[in-house]
């Protein structure tokens, strides 16, 4: 008797109608699957079976190895897969600008808070399993935005975007938009003061980002990022994006 298989609540799917992503949130891996394979998972996700000596067998073989199905419990709904919405090609142009741009001074409010707060996220990503870290930095996330109840102001969370991303890059660990935002939220916390963080996906060529999100749109960010799609947003959103509904909203209402 074949076992029926679904993706756990930790795994995310994306259909950018040649490819399917998915993100394993607790491990932060991520799986391509393109044509035949991206075939396959469509059907294996919607039944949860699969034919018996077929490509899909050894589909649904690999991806439980890896974590991203598991054997269905009573009841169990996976996580809609959300649809990516057609882009045209920047070929580039929208992620790198022709000038450098002008280095603001550093909030003297902000500095200190940012650079305790980046010292503390890259503390946590350092210590324990290094195949849990982006489960760990989702934890923060979580804790951030349930101290914090005072929504933060645009000018707020774009300086203290600022203030991370300055000492992040004079530091001497690895820092990039993950870190970063984590970081922000943390600060943002510390004061009472919350934003929306979100983790998507974009193509041309698939790419993963994480931002900040405020009123429903991404703060302390260049126009490119309104290419991205959240697969992940916290807090969490009241209805989740489902396949034949609308699209996935760009970051909701903090």
Same mark, same amino acid.
């Given at each position: 008797?074949?076992?029926?298989?679904?993706?756990?609540?930790?795994?995310?799917?994306?259909?950018?109608?040649?490819?399917?992503?998915?993100?394993?949130?607790?491990? %932060?891996?991520?799986?391509?699957?393109?044509?035949?394979?991206?075939? +396959?998972?469509? &059907?294996?996700?919607?039944?949860?079976?699969?034919?018996?000596?077929?490509?899909?067998?050894?589909? +649904?073989?690999?991806?439980?190895?890896?974590?991203?199905?598991?054997?269905?419990?009573?009841?169990?709904?996976?996580?809609?897969?959300?649809?990516?919405?057609?882009?045209?090609?920047?070929?580039?142009?929208?992620? +790198?600008?022709?000038?450098?741009?002008?280095?603001?001074?550093?909030?003297? +409010?902000?500095?200190?808070?940012?650079?305790? &707060?980046?010292?503390?996220?890259?503390?946590?990503?350092?210590?324990?399993?290094?195949?849990?870290?982006?489960?760990?930095?989702?934890?923060?996330?979580?804790?951030?935005?349930?101290?914090?109840?005072?929504?933060?102001?645009?000018?707020?969370?774009?300086?203290?975007?600022?203030?991370?991303?300055?000492? %992040?890059?004079?530091?001497?660990?690895?820092?990039?938009?993950?870190?970063?935002?984590?970081?922000?939220?943390?600060?943002?916390?510390?004061?009472?003061?919350?934003?929306?963080?979100?983790?998507?996906?974009?193509?041309?060529?698939?790419?993963?980002?994480?931002?900040?999100?405020?009123?429903?749109?991404?703060?302390?960010?260049?126009?490119?990022?309104?290419?991205?799609?959240?697969?992940?947003?916290?807090?969490?959103?009241?209805?989740?994006?489902?396949?034949?509904?609308?699209?996935?909203?760009?970051?909701?209402?903090?």
């Amino acid at each position: 008797m074949t076992t029926l298989l679904v993706r756990p609540p930790e795994v995310r799917a994306a259909d950018l109608g040649h490819t399917v992503v998915l993100l394993h949130a607790r491990t %932060g891996t991520v799986r391509a699957l393109l044509g035949s394979q991206r075939e +396959a998972f469509l &059907a294996l996700d919607a039944t949860g079976t699969w034919a018996p000596g077929t490509a899909a067998e050894a589909l +649904a073989a690999s991806l439980s190895s890896a974590g991203f199905l598991h054997p269905a419990q009573p009841g169990q709904v996976p996580a809609p897969i959300v649809d990516i919405p057609e882009t045209d090609a920047s070929w580039g142009t929208q992620e +790198a600008p022709g000038v450098l741009p002008v280095r603001e001074p550093l909030s003297p +409010a902000w500095a200190p808070i940012a650079a305790c &707060a980046l010292a503390a996220v890259l503390l946590v990503r350092a210590t324990g399993r290094r195949a849990r870290a982006f489960s760990r930095m989702l934890r923060l996330v979580r804790i951030a935005a349930w101290v914090a109840r005072r929504p933060v102001r645009d000018v707020e969370a774009v300086a203290v975007l600022h203030c991370v991303r300055v000492i %992040g890059g004079v530091s001497p660990f690895r820092t990039a938009c993950l870190e970063e935002t984590v970081a922000a939220m943390l600060a943002l916390a510390v004061t009472g003061r919350r934003a929306g963080w979100c983790h998507g996906i974009a193509a041309d060529p698939i790419r993963l980002h994480a931002w900040l999100r405020l009123d429903g749109r991404p703060v302390g960010e260049p126009p490119s990022t309104l290419r991205f799609t959240p697969l992940i947003q916290l807090p969490e959103p009241t209805a989740a994006p489902t396949r034949g509904h609308d699209r996935v909203a760009r970051g909701d209402s903090s």
